[in-house]
Structure formats: structure tokens, C-alpha cells
């Protein structure tokens, strides 16, 4: 049964796609499809210090994940704004053919529709909620606060993308080693959030800092493993509640609560082509 698959079972998605031909990229940006991994691929990037103290890696609930996210959620967790936000940097940055995976997924893609990808993993917590993911063609469940190693092979991705989900993170080291593992070289990541959370699962360095401690948080995640290369980061924040920078056109928006509210982030890196 899906809900009990032992962690690491790559499960089909209920839609099954064939895979086909990578098509070269036509984006402008210069990332290009990734060359074939190379025997150097095979090596984990190795973590050169740690980020978080053991304080800072403490969540107010100490119940196993697992059980925390037993019942699916069908819910979105960020507003309109930001999922558009997301999906517009997912088409400048990420290209058709491409073998993506989307770590601590849910139900719900914010990958581009209209591009067709080769294979998309899904990862997550609740078999349930990756089965009802339209863009996964397969899917694994795997608490990444017990084992942080991806039975995902080395040099294999193109992109891997973490969506609003970094703060769970208590060995976020050992994940981004991992994520550099599984990233042909030249692959991209993309962390993305916002400032909502379930406040009793995230870490206390998370919890406690502010927007710019916790982008420089995830700038350091990056920056700890070997082989990645400066993160770059992206920020989109609403515009000020004061009445002078708001339009008359957000104001009335705002009063049928569909402004957008919740800000952007996204840090992004790639894996080097060489070791630095
Ligand atoms: C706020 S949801 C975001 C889901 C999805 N990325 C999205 O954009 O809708 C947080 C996700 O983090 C994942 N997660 C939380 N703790 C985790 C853990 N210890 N190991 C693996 N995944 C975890 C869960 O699968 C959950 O769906």
C-alpha cells in the first residue's frame, strides 16, 4: 500500500509517461542541458563545515515527521502571487527535456505546464498527496530528518527544486551534499520560500531569524558543500502596506483579499563543472 512504502521505493505516478529524447534547451539564459555525467560525478559533495549549531537544528515538535504529515494536506501553502512568481523563474531557468526533481513535493507542481520535461522524481512525506501531483512520474517518500542519503543516482538531474520546504531541515548540510550528489554537473538548484511555515516543525534557527537571516541561511546551506557554485538570490517582496505605494488598483484588490501578500524568495546555484 503507498502510504506504508518503505522510504526510498520509487513508485510510478498513477500517470505513467514515456520518457523520450532530451530536446536541447532554447531558453535565453545560459544555462545548457548538462553533458553526460562523467565518473567525477559519482563523488558526494563533501560538507566543508557546519552551518547550524545543534540549538539551531530544534523544532518545538519532536514527534517523527512522519506522523506529522500522515494525513495528506490538500491545501496550497503559499498565495497566487508567489506560485506565479515561482513558475515564471522555473521557465527562464529550467529547460524541456530536462530530468527534474522536486524534493519535499506535495500535490500540487508549480512547474511550468506547457514545458515537457523528461522524467520528474517527486519526493516528499505523504504518499497520497506525490499521487496526486500531476507533473511526477515517479514518486519516493523519505523522512529527511532520519537519513538524509537519496538512493537517486549520482550525476542524474538537471534541476533539483526544494519549494517552501527548507526550513524542516535538521541536517540541511548533509541534504544539499546530497542534492550536489545527484546534480550532473552544470545542473541547477532552486530553493524557494516564503515567511509562512507550521511554526512547531521548523527549525529554531529558521523560527527565530528574520527574511535576510534565513536567505543567508540558505545561502550558507549552498556555500558549506564543496562544489557549488555562489548562490544567487532572487527576491520579490509586495508592495509596502502604506497608503502612498499602494495603487488604487491593489488597494481594491487587497480589500477582496486578492492581493498578493506573501513574499518571494528563491536561492539558486549550480553545480560546478569542475571541483573549485
Ligand atoms: C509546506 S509543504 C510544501 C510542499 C510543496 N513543496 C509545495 O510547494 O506545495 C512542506 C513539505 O515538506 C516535506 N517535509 C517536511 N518535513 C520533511 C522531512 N523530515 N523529510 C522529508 N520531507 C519533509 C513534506 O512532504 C511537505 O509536503
Given at each position: 500500500?503507498?502510504?506504508?512504502?518503505?522510504?526510498?521505493?520509487?513508485?510510478?505516478?498513477?500517470?505513467?509517461?514515456?520518457?523520450?529524447?532530451?530536446?536541447?534547451c532554447?531558453?535565453?539564459?545560459?544555462?545548457?542541458?548538462?553533458?553526460?555525467?562523467?565518473?567525477?560525478?559519482?563523488?558526494a559533495?563533501?560538507v566543508?563545515?557546519?552551518?547550524?549549531?545543534?540549538?539551531?537544528?530544534?523544532?518545538?515538535?519532536?514527534?517523527?515527521?512522519?506522523?506529522?504529515?500522515?494525513?495528506p494536506?490538500?491545501v496550497?501553502h503559499?498565495?497566487?502571487?508567489f506560485?506565479?512568481?515561482?513558475?515564471?523563474?522555473?521557465r527562464?531557468?529550467?529547460?524541456?527535456g530536462w530530468d527534474v526533481l522536486?524534493l519535499?513535493?506535495?500535490?500540487?507542481s508549480?512547474?511550468p505546464?506547457?514545458?515537457?520535461?523528461?522524467?520528474?522524481v517527486?519526493?516528499?512525506?505523504?504518499?497520497?498527496?506525490?499521487?496526486?501531483?500531476?507533473r511526477?512520474?515517479?514518486?519516493?517518500?523519505?523522512?529527511?530528518?532520519?537519513d538524509?542519503?537519496?538512493?537517486?543516482?549520482?550525476?542524474?538531474?538537471?534541476?533539483?527544486?526544494?519549494?517552501?520546504?527548507?526550513?524542516?531541515?535538521?541536517?540541511?548540510?548533509?541534504?544539499?551534499?546530497?542534492?550536489?550528489?545527484?546534480?550532473?554537473p552544470?545542473?541547477?538548484?532552486?530553493?524557494?520560500?516564503?515567511?509562512?511555515?507550521?511554526?512547531?516543525?521548523?527549525?529554531?534557527?529558521?523560527r527565530?531569524?528574520?527574511?535576510?537571516?534565513?536567505?543567508?541561511?540558505?545561502?550558507?546551506?549552498?556555500?558549506?558543500?564543496?562544489?557549488?557554485?555562489?548562490?544567487?538570490?532572487?527576491?520579490?517582496?509586495?508592495?509596502a502596506?502604506?497608503?502612498?505605494?499602494?495603487?488604487p488598483?491593489?488597494?481594491?484588490?487587497?480589500?477582496?483579499?486578492?492581493?498578493?501578500?506573501?513574499?518571494?524568495?528563491?536561492?539558486?546555484?549550480?553545480?560546478?563543472?569542475?571541483?573549485?
Amino acid at each position: 500500500m503507498l502510504l506504508r512504502a518503505p522510504p526510498q521505493t520509487l513508485w510510478p505516478s498513477p500517470r505513467p509517461r514515456l520518457l523520450s529524447p532530451a530536446p536541447r534547451c532554447s531558453n535565453s539564459n545560459d544555462a545548457q542541458p548538462s553533458p553526460a555525467p562523467s565518473s567525477q560525478t559519482a563523488a558526494a559533495g563533501s560538507v566543508r563545515r557546519l552551518v547550524l549549531p545543534p540549538e539551531g537544528r530544534a523544532k518545538l515538535d519532536p514527534r517523527p515527521d512522519r506522523d506529522f504529515y500522515a494525513f495528506p494536506r490538500l491545501v496550497t501553502h503559499v498565495d497566487d502571487g508567489f506560485i506565479a512568481a515561482l513558475t515564471d523563474l522555473y521557465r527562464e531557468r529550467l529547460c524541456a527535456g530536462w530530468d527534474v526533481l522536486d524534493l519535499m513535493s506535495s500535490w500540487v507542481s508549480h512547474l511550468p505546464p506547457e514545458v515537457p520535461f523528461r522524467r520528474v522524481v517527486g519526493h516528499g512525506l505523504n504518499a497520497q498527496e506525490l499521487a496526486r501531483n500531476p507533473r511526477l512520474d515517479y514518486f519516493f517518500v523519505k523522512d529527511l530528518n532520519t537519513d538524509q542519503q537519496l538512493e537517486l543516482e549520482s550525476g542524474s538531474f538537471d534541476a533539483v527544486l526544494c519549494t517552501v520546504s527548507v526550513q524542516y531541515l535538521q541536517s540541511p548540510e548533509k541534504v544539499f551534499a546530497e542534492i550536489l550528489r545527484v546534480l550532473k554537473p552544470g545542473g541547477v538548484c532552486i530553493v524557494s520560500f516564503s515567511n509562512r511555515m507550521f511554526y512547531e516543525k521548523a527549525i529554531a534557527a529558521w523560527r527565530e531569524g528574520t527574511a535576510y537571516s534565513r536567505v543567508q541561511l540558505v545561502t550558507q546551506y549552498f556555500q558549506c558543500v564543496e562544489g557549488f557554485t555562489q548562490p544567487e538570490v532572487i527576491r520579490k517582496l509586495p508592495s509596502a502596506g502604506g497608503s502612498a505605494s499602494v495603487s488604487p488598483l491593489d488597494a481594491v484588490m487587497r480589500l477582496f483579499g486578492m492581493a498578493s501578500s506573501d513574499p518571494f524568495y528563491a536561492v539558486i546555484s549550480y553545480r560546478n563543472f569542475k571541483p573549485m
